[in-house]
């Protein structure tokens, strides 16, 4: 408010000073010009007379002093010094130059010319008096003088700004803006108000990361304290147990109970660490070329070590390999995550289907089992998540399997849902992915102006799509 006041202070007092300098300097400057212009014109006039009465020895007659008057366009009148009211001083000057100016009379500058007896005085006049009311030049001036006051006036205080916005410029280049890309712009002023808003929304963006970060590892260290209880119970009681027991296979059997609980909790641990490393982006990936179906087709060998009473069934369409540009790793986890999940819960069979599109490739796992609730479908992706009756802690599992997969999917730029099989009537996991993976980089400006709204309408859209291109695959 200061600020304001003090900038509307300085207008007030420039255009102030431009009136004062347009009264008290241009007015009387111009008064001066036009008397100035006035006075050599009359002198011009009243020394063309002098020539004229000149060649006629000073003598006139009434078609002289016509003739005159004609050509001045002035009045010329012969009168005495008595007539005229002259001072002596000033008749005494005209005695000694012959002929003068007075521009003092209230009725206008009046021009004398002496003839030779001393007496009679010619009077060419009066001329008009100077008008001093404001012309189109004097509101053309003033609109200049204020121009160029004002314009000093905002040059001072743009100058003035621009180091307090320098300053700021420079205090922002010191922030580390990992991720925003500003424009460079040598305009101080134009800086600031084009990349502030980038800066706010970037730094807003990365509160709520930030914040959603915070819940996300409040929870997951709530889920862990509540994983490790089991096996630390067991741990604790078996160890209880040993130390009060003398028969030697039950020591053994306790012994592997420990040993159980031990490696349930190292499982933990590991688990636990690759899903921190994939929510914090800190798992690069390694991309390379493999052939997606060989891939499925081992891990559904390895599976089948474990679940040797299920049926596993392969699709893919083409029938022949798929080409992918991926963490070969990464797919590999994520596929033995879904076929074991599948496998554990299904009752007797297990289908893999592998479906190309253009760009995309789309990969189902689904089984017979007792499938997922829809009010739960979003819930199995989430760290710990265990639902009832069959997807129960009997079941197996530390309840990060489904979390992984998904954080590796988001990491190769596609998405994954549950929802119900159609051919074999229990639960299907679906992933969506691009079949080269592009550059990790994701540009600034596209990152502040999609929100999570838009990109989930945009996310849902597509899956849309791809629904209907997959059901008329089925039909087929």
């Keep these: 408010m200061k600020r304001s006041f003090a900038l509307l202070a300085i207008l007030v007092a420039v255009n102030l000073c431009g009136f004062i300098a347009m009264y008290y300097v241009y007015f009387p400057w111009m008064e001066k010009l036009d008397t100035t212009e006035q006075q050599e014109s009359i002198l ?17 007659s009434p078609q002289t002093i016509a003739k005159a008057e004609h050509e001045l366009n ?54 008009p008096k100077i008008d001093n009311s404001i012309r189109l030049r004097d509101w053309l001036f003033y609109l200049i003088v204020l121009m160029v006051f004002n314009a000093i006036a905002v040059l001072i205080v743009y100058r003035h700004v621009n180091e307090y916005l320098n300053v700021a410029i420079r205090a922002i280049r010191e922030i580390d803006l990992s991720g925003l890309r500003l424009k460079p712009i040598k305009s101080p002023l134009t800086n600031i108000a084009v990349n502030t808003p980038r800066i706010v929304n970037h730094i807003n963006g990365l509160s709520k ?28 009681f078996a160890l209880d147990l040993f130390a009060q027991t003398e028969s030697k296979d039950r020591q053994q059997e306790l012994s592997s109970d420990m ?51 299920k049926q596993f069934i392969l699709y893919s369409e083409p029938s022949k390999s798929i080409p992918l540009y991926a963490d070969c790793n990464l797919i ?25 599109f253009k760009n995309s490739i789309e990969i ?55 929802e119900d099989s159609r051919e074999l009537g229990g639960a299907m996991l679906t992933i969506h992915m691009p079949l080269k993976q592009k550059s990790p980089v994701i540009e600034a400006e596209d990152a502040l102006e999609q929100d999570d709204s838009g990109e989930a309408a945009k996310k849902s859209s597509a899956f849309d799509k791809f629904r209907k291109k997959r059901r008329k695959i089925d039909k087929r």
């Design 44 to 60: 011009s006039d009243i020394r063309f007379l002098n020539f004229r009465l000149s060649l006629l020895d000073y003598s006139y």
């Design 74 to 127: 002035v009045k010329i009148v012969a009168k005495t010094r008595e007539q005229l009211g002259m001072e002596p001083s000033n008749f005494e000057a005209l005695t000694q130059n012959r002929y003068g100016i007075n521009m003092d009379r209230p009725e206008g500058p009046l021009a004398y010319l002496l003839l030779n007896d001393n007496k009679t005085i010619l009077t060419a006049g009066p001329y």
């Design 209 to 236: 990361q930030h914040q959603q970060s915070l819940y996300n590892q409040r929870d997951l260290m709530h889920a862990v304290a509540h994983e490790f209880r089991g096996p630390m119970a067991r741990l604790s």
């Design 259 to 309: 040993d159980e609980a031990l490696n349930e909790l190292d499982d933990l641990v590991k688990e636990v660490l690759g899903y921190s490393r994939l929510k914090d982006g800190r798992f690069p990936l390694k991309l390379e070329h493999f052939d997606l179906k060989e891939i499925t087709a081992e891990t559904i060998e390895k599976v089948k070590t474990i679940y040797s009473d």
């Design 332 to 356: 590999e986890r994520v596929m033995i995550n879904l076929i074991r999940n599948a496998a554990r819960f299904s009752n007797k069979r297990v289908k893999v289907a592998l479906i190309r």
């Design 364 to 418: 189902r796992v689904e089984d017979d089992g007792p499938g997922i609730p829809p009010g739960k479908r979003t819930r199995v992706f989430e760290p710990f998540t265990r639902l009832d009756f069959s997807r129960n802690r009997d079941s197996g599992g530390a309840g990060l399997g489904l979390a992984i997969a998904k954080g590796i999917i988001n990491r190769h730029q596609g998405t994954i849902w549950a």
